[in-house]
Each structure stands twice: as C-alpha cells, then as structure tokens.
C-alpha cells in the first residue's frame, strides 16, 4: 500500500540551530509534496510545496528538498526559534490520485529550547 | 474573511446517537474533505467532494456520511457512533488547480463516544 512516514520521535534542539525533518514514501511516485505545521488543538496549516521534478524550495527560514532516488523529502527549518515548536506533518499526492486526495504522514514533534 | 469553520469545537456522544459535524468555507473552493486524526496517526482522508452535488468515499468512510448542496457547505454525518469513532475531525478545502492545491484546514472537532 502507498506510504508516507516521518520520524514518530520528537526532535530536541537548541535554539539557533537548523531543524531537520525527514518524509519517506514507499510504494509509489509522488507528484509533489506538502508540509504542514500543526499546533496543538488547531488545524494544519500549509507552509510549502515541492513538485516531483524540484530539487528544493525556499521560504523564508524554511527549505524543502525533494530525493526521487532516496525517496525521501527532507524539511529544513534555519536558525530555529522557540516559537517554532510545533508538530510538522509531511503530505504527498501520488501520480496514480487525483482530486488533490493527500496521503499524510503521522508527523514529527519538533521542540525548540532556548 | 473566515477561511474553514467548523461547528461543534467539542461533543460528547453516547454509543448509538447521531450527530452532524458543520463545515463552511468562504473561500469558494471546489474540493472540500473531510479527515480524522487519532492519536500518532496521520490524517485519513473520511469523504471528498469536487463540487456541489458530487462526493466520494475516502480511504475510511464506514459509518459516515456525507451531503454537499451549495459549494460553502460540507457536513459529515455520524450514524450510531460508536467507540471507534472518537478522533479528532477536520474538514479542509482547496482551490485543486494547478496554482493552488494547498488545503485550508479548519480548527477541528474533538468528537468522544463512550
């Protein structure tokens, strides 16, 4: 079956550092894929997306990389903040889907200690 | 300009009764869905819509259902609730083309059934 899996371990780091995040699919192509950052009792809310022929995407303190031979997508946050805790989900559209129906990940906690 | 609302933010349902889970967007999106969230699990895909009048099963559609008569408005319906349907649930919408297929999600519905 298609899936998407992201570390289930939270990840500790101290502030300033760079946060990486990784998103590993198996058993299908993706056209693109998505991050999240969902905070505790709310909703998703969109951050990025890389399409399947992108090797990486910037926005702001935040970089996407996109391995088709890994497949795996790799999600960078620079000089991370405290106020960047929050649980990063990761979220995929494979080439066989259509109607934009995502294939999502669990998600990976993210701690930010000053 | 409210983005996705969803209505009730909590309930509490006995096993056996109904409820309607509301869901408007403003944002006069085609596609909507409808989600769950359990606990160190990724959001699964309920029910989905393209356009009013027209909805489809997801990957766990059993024991809901589903209406779409105007493009604002998806509600999800719980028959019987049962103690497997305690989640969290969150409805989303996304323009679906090309430039945009980003999801907005809304703030969710934290649903137990005991």
């Known amino acids: 079956s298609q899936k998407i899996e992201q570390n289930s371990e939270a990840l500790n780091i101290q502030e300033g550092k760079t946060a990486t995040l990784t998103c590993n699919y198996t058993?299908?192509?993706?056209?693109?894929l998505q991050w999240y950052r969902q905070d505790p009792g709310r909703g998703p809310v969109f951050l990025l997306l890389i399409r399947e022929n992108e090797k990486e995407k910037r926005k702001e303190r935040l970089k996407v990389t996109f391995d088709t031979t890994l497949k795996q997508s790799l999600f960078h946050i620079t000089a991370s903040q405290p106020a960047d805790s929050a649980t990063y989900l990761c979220?995929?559209?494979?080439?066989?889907?259509?109607?934009?129906?995502?294939?999502f990940g669990a998600g990976t906690r993210l701690a930010v200690h000053p | 300009n409210a983005g996705v609302t969803q209505t009730p933010k909590f309930r509490i349902l006995k096993i056996g009764q109904s409820m309607t889970l509301q869901c408007t967007q403003d944002m006069n999106h085609n596609y909507m869905y409808w989600y769950r969230q359990d606990p160190g699990m990724g959001l699964k895909l309920i029910y989905y819509?393209?356009?009013?009048?027209?909805?489809d099963k997801g990957e766990v559609p059993n024991g809901y259902n589903v209406s779409r008569s105007t493009t604002e408005d998806f509600p999800l319906r719980l028959e019987l609730a049962a103690p497997s349907q305690t989640s969290v649930y969150f409805c989303a919408s996304s323009l679906g083309t090309s430039s945009s297929y980003e999801q907005y999600f809304g703030p969710g519905t934290r649903l137990t059934v005991t």
């Open positions: 058993n299908y192509s993706p056209a693109y």
């Open positions: 819509s393209v356009g009013a009048g027209i909805t």
């Open positions: 979220a995929s559209l494979p080439f066989s889907g259509g109607y934009n129906k995502l294939i």
